[in-house]
């Protein structure tokens, strides 16, 4: 890395300054939140009332309270009063539990319009629990570029100017303000800094994201995670925030200030000692990370291989988990927060870039995580760690999604396949199958917020009508292939063949991310919920155990990349039973109550309901919205069914009584499309009553009381909606 | 050179002395779960003393803040103002040496002083060196 120009604290111009009350926390609580307007440079401190404690529980829950309360039904995502809202949770912060240091952060989305919420790593949100607030609202508008500090020890908030020469991109930028801005060049005091950034790619595209640091001791510099989904990096940007800054030194065993701190150690101890023993028998994340699923998925026919097209390739092997494994730097605790044992947050070292502004530079790549490697890999046709790599770190340091670009790029890349796109249309890139060298252009060309760039970064729901509009594309044809729902990016599994999973994908509250339910390996590989109620109950409970972890800043992969050796024996292995009770047991030994299993899904179900009507209040959250792509169902082009037609065959005759061997492929094609379609449809119906939903998927008034979120302001925007007012 | 404390089983009758002198040394207290070493009573009179060999530094590749390091004389050494107690140091730990007490903030282990060697009647403990790679 070349010489980075170091500032002092002084260098950064004070634009207002507050102080507040330090006090230490109790049973994992603050019961106090902040809000930044960096419009106004106003500084607050919320209390939280015991009703949005009991309600919204915390993390997302809280972020989407606050959400909702800062902006109106007409709020667009660049406006003023937007908000970033960067929230906890409970649990959050123990240094006991592996999985226990994330943030949610929630925003009015550029790419959907609607709330979308991230959970990310880092040590931004501890600090930040640390230093007194269970969440921090940013809102406003800087007339300047501007830095938010909030320092747990000194019991400050300060919204500073920026200096003369401070960087933009995140490898940069943050490695600069942690060096800058810590007390002291000791590591302590470095690792005491945590930096949330975007980069230059946030302000010329809606798929910006957030890079949250973690000072690294043992590389010597900063790594990142990211908040990746849905354009919050460009809300940041776009309030002309270049950083937003925690300080705080001094984390011990109980900073949450636990109810039983014993039990905590106790049930975290457990657990680490089942990573230690297990781990190298079942996935291997302390060593590869996610990417320890790419050969599964391709031997599943699961990989997105060309834009979701096809889920598998002969060329699979070449980036498999144990080709990753060598590149990713081994022996280091990749955990991106402390006692994290599972430690999946790995790093490739020393990797010499050969493109862009940085050409030449050795730098840490952080990942690749499975998301990226298939999605910036096989799904461009691109088997070149290298390039894979290299996209992966642009995408970092620019702030931009990989997910979003991964899907971005396939689409742009199947549309140079049909002639949709040429030279001329892309700016003189190549975009053929396999051009990591095209793709890494294209992301240059978004940070430079030029040329091709420009339009490429709007992403594939704006591409597909804008390619049919003005250079005549088939229409249908693009919103097939274009792998979006509500406007945001498909993330990288190929759902075609699970019904159960488009659900999964698309029945969600945010758009296609398989955080709310993967259920591919119990639906189609082992057959385990073959009928629509099986498969709706499936999609209510999946869903509203995995925003628990949301709603208490937990990492979701200690749940179930890790599994208790007898795990299998279980009736239901899916839920992975004793996990859950730990999450129960850790709940209770630090915020002092106990919590049953249905009072677990209870909390999710309130906060998801909830979210589900802050999406109607904004307009949306529709059945029609909730309809995949058709290329996410099916397949679309004749050589796309071709390609399995035994499998589609079999299919017409076993579930439709048709016979393939008279029909013509397009008669087949149409068949299939029509079955599937309307299979789907039946899908969404059970899903919706098995979630206290009307047909057009809004939460009932009934539900709302049933499950206690039966607030005024959000009976009042249900039954608006059924009266046909909104 | 590795300074640690040799354990010499086929001599220990499990008089306990050792783990009260250490407590009582660095926990202020005589208590042999805050002992920073261990007398596993296998039964029949026969014991078993677990020490850090400080030779396997396993530990100190797991700890997250760093807080774990190799002193000069070769023992591994914790610094508490630097440890956040995550336990991940103790679930790492292949003989149980790395030992915690429920709700105290550190993890804690041998770190071969001695104290309990002097006090053994049956001289089943003593301080010893090796070199780096060399197993006791
Ligand atoms: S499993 Fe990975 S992502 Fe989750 S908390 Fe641990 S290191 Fe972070
Ligand atoms: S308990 Fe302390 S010494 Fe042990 S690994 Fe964790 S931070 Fe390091
Ligand atoms: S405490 Fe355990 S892990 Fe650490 S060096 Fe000693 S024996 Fe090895």
Known sequence: ?726 | MIKYLRTIDEQCVGCMTCAAVCSRLYAKEENPAKARLLVNDLGANSFHLVACDQECRRCVAECPTQAITVAKSGVVMIDKKLCVGCLACVAVCPIGAMRYYPGEKHPFKCVACGACAKACPKQALEIATKDEGEKA
Request: a negative charge.
């Open chain 1, 1 to 726: 890395m070349s010489e980075l120009k170091e500032f002092r604290i002084g260098d950064f111009p004070v634009l207002a300054e507050q102080r507040y009350e330090r006090r230490p926390l109790s049973r994992g609580y603050n019961m106090r939140t902040l809000k930044v307007d960096v419009g106004s440079r106003g500084v607050e401190e919320k209390p939280v009332p015991e009703d949005m404690k009991k309600r919204f529980v915390g993390g997302k829950g809280f972020g989407l309270k606050l959400l909702w309360d800062g902006t109106k039904p007409s709020t667009q995502w660049s406006d003023p009063e937007n908000e970033i809202v960067i929230a906890m949770g409970p649990v959050c912060g123990n240094t006991n539990y592996p999985g226990s240091g994330k943030s949610l952060v929630v925003s009015l989305s550029p790419m959907t319009g609607i709330p979308i919420d991230s959970n990310v790593g880092g040590y931004f949100g501890p600090y930040l629990k640390f230093a007194g607030f269970d969440a921090l609202e940013l809102t406003g508008k800087a007339d300047r570029e501007t830095i938010v500090l909030v320092d747990g020890n000194e019991g400050v908030v300060r919204v500073l100017g920026v200096p003369e020469g401070l960087e933009y991109d995140t490898h940069l930028l943050a490695e600069q303000l942690t060096r800058s801005l810590a007390l002291s060049p000791d590591p302590a005091d470095l690792q005491a800094v945590a930096v949330v950034s975007a980069g230059r790619g946030a302000d010329h595209s809606p798929m910006g994201l957030l890079n949250f640091s973690l000072y690294d001791k043992r590389r010597g510099g900063i790594r990142v995670k990211q908040a990746g989904r849905g354009g919050i990096g460009t809300v940041l940007r776009d309030k002309r925030i270049r950083a937003v800054v925690a300080r705080y030194r001094g984390v011990e065993q109980d900073s949450n200030g636990a109810a039983d701190p014993a039990a905590v150690q106790r049930i975290g101890l457990k657990l680490h000692r089942e990573i230690v023993k297990n781990d190298d028998r079942q996935c291997k994340m302390r060593k590869q990370g996610t990417a320890h699923l790419m050969e599964v998925m391709n031997d599943y026919d699961l990989l997105p291989t060309k834009n979701h097209k096809y889920g598998q390739d002969p060329k699979g092997p070449e980036i498999a988990s144990w080709v990753w494994e060598k590149l990713l730097t081994q022996g280091k605790p990749d955990g991106c927060w402390f006692g994290c044992t599972l430690a999946c947050a790995h790093a490739v070292d020393q990797f010499e870039l050969q493109t862009g502004p940085y050409k030449g530079q050795k730098v840490c790549v952080d990942g690749p995580e499975y998301e990226t490697a298939a999605g910036c890999g096989p799904n461009l046709y691109v088997y070149d760690t290298h390039g894979i790599l290299e996209i992966n770190f642009y995408c970092d340091t620019y702030g931009i999604d990989t997910i979003s670009f991964g899907t971005m790029c396939s689409f742009l890349m199947e549309c140079w396949e049909l002639g949709v796109l040429n030279a001329e249309r892309t700016d003189g890139i190549d975009l053929s199958w396999g051009n990591w060298q095209g793709a890494a252009q294209v992301l240059h060309d978004m940070a430079d917020g030029k040329r091709f760039g420009v339009l490429a970064g709007k992403g594939v729901k704006y591409l597909a009508e804008h390619f049919a509009k003005e250079y005549g594309a088939d229409a249908q044809l693009m919103r097939d292939i274009a792998l979006h729902g509500k406007g945001l990016e498909q993330s990288e599994y190929i759902s075609k063949e699970s019904l159960a999973q488009q659900g999964g994908y698309y029945l969600t509250n945010k758009g296609p991310q398989h955080d709310e339910a993967w259920l591919i390996f119990m639906d189609m590989v082992n057959n385990r919920i073959p009928s629509f109620e099986q498969k709706a109950e499936a999609l209510h409970y999946f869903p509203m155990f995995r925003t628990w972890f949301g709603l208490q800043g937990l990492c979701k992969l200690p749940w179930n990349d890790i599994e208790p050796a007898d795990n299998a024996r279980h009736p239901e292995p899916n839920k992975v039973p004793e996990h859950v009770q730990n999450y129960r047991e850790l709940y209770t030994a630090i915020t002092g109550e106990g919590l049953s299993p249905e009072e677990l899904i209870l909390q999710s179900e309130r906060v998801y309901n909830f979210q589900r009507l802050f999406n109607v209040r904004q307009g949306h959250g529709r059945r029609a919205e909730d309809r995949p792509p058709y290329r996410a169902m099916g397949p679309v082009l004749p050589d796309e069914y071709l390609a399995r037609e035994e499998r589609y065959d079999k299919q017409l005759r076993e579930k439709q009584g048709l016979d393939p061997a008279a029909m013509s492929l397009e008669e087949k094609l149409g068949a299939t499309r029509r079955y599937r379609l309307a299979q789907y449809e039946s899908l969404i119906d059970a899903v919706f009553k098995r979630r206290g939903w009307t047909a057009d998927g809004c939460p009932t008034p009934e539900h709302l009381r049933e499950i206690g979120m039966d607030l005024p302001e959000v009976l009042a925007v249900a039954e608006a909606r059924i009266a046909g007012k909104i």
